[in-house]
């Protein structure tokens, strides 16, 4: 006989009504707990029973709820919801990424004792769950001295972040310059305005705000084209002409 047992009560084997029962030595002695627990295993008995032969009536022609139909062609994703990078040092990117760039670590891996971390931008005055993570790989190779965005020989080109407008674009270059980090490349292309600058691992990171929609509408070949370049040196580096060209369909924006 299977028993299983919890203080003052005991559950039987499957009676006559296939449900867990109390035995009746302890019958009358239950407590509210026992009475709980076969409530629970009565539950859970009940549902083994039933989900094999609903399973199997749901998906027998393969057109229930439960398995769509198959479209003529991959669904188009809304975006890229994380990143995940590997670095030499998680505690030299960590201080990239929070104190450099400016972003909140809100979770870490336990499986790998810290060596994963999780980071978010500001979405409106609430963090993600995370936007891009790093985790420890102390085998990677180290970079070369100078950045170069075609001839780097690591496998991620360049992570690109969004500033949430102009001002604040501009308030993170004037950060940046505070900090030491070196200017790699500035440049104005027709959807956004940039700053290139390179992580501990080599990886390019473009800092960017978008210019409003009007300015580039459905000509994304011709706003990507479009580059001009910006010194990387001095105040220069902080010219950033509002008299945006307008690869669109409508007027001049102005703005």
């Not at 479209?71 to 995940?84: C, F, K, Q, S, Y």
Request: proline content about 6%.
């Amino acid at each position: 006989m299977l028993r299983r047992r919890a203080p003052g009560w005991r559950a039987d084997a499957l009676g006559d009504g296939g449900y867990w029962g109390v035995g009746d030595a302890e019958r009358g002695e239950a407590s509210s707990a026992a009475v709980a627990m076969t409530r629970l295993h009565r539950l859970a008995y009940t549902q083994a029973q039933e989900v094999p032969s609903r399973r199997s009536k749901m998906m027998a022609d393969g057109t229930s709820s439960i398995v769509p139909a198959t479209p003529d062609e991959a669904v188009t994703p809304r975006g890229i919801n994380h990143l995940v990078i590997n670095v030499r040092d998680i505690e030299e990117s960590h201080r990239f990424w929070t104190e450099t760039l400016g972003f909140k670590q809100v979770a870490y891996s336990k499986r790998r004792n810290g060596k994963m971390r999780f980071y978010s931008g500001d979405h409106d005055g609430r963090v993600n769950h995370h936007d891009i993570a790093l985790c420890e790989n102390p085998n990677l190779p180290r970079p070369p001295a100078d950045w170069s965005m075609f001839d780097q020989p690591v496998a991620i080109n360049h992570i690109a972040i969004t500033m949430p407008n102009r001002e604040a674009w501009l308030k993170q270059l004037a950060w940046l310059r505070a900090k030491g980090v070196k200017f790699e490349r500035r440049v104005n292309h027709g959807m956004t305005h940039s700053l290139y600058i390179v992580d501990p691992n080599g990886y390019g990171v473009e800092v960017l705000y978008e210019l409003p929609r009007e300015i580039w509408g459905d000509n994304i070949q011709g706003a990507i084209d479009y580059a001009e370049s910006v010194p990387t040196e001095g105040d220069q580096a902080f010219i950033d002409d509002t008299d945006y060209p307008m690869f669109g369909t409508t007027e001049k924006s102005g703005k």
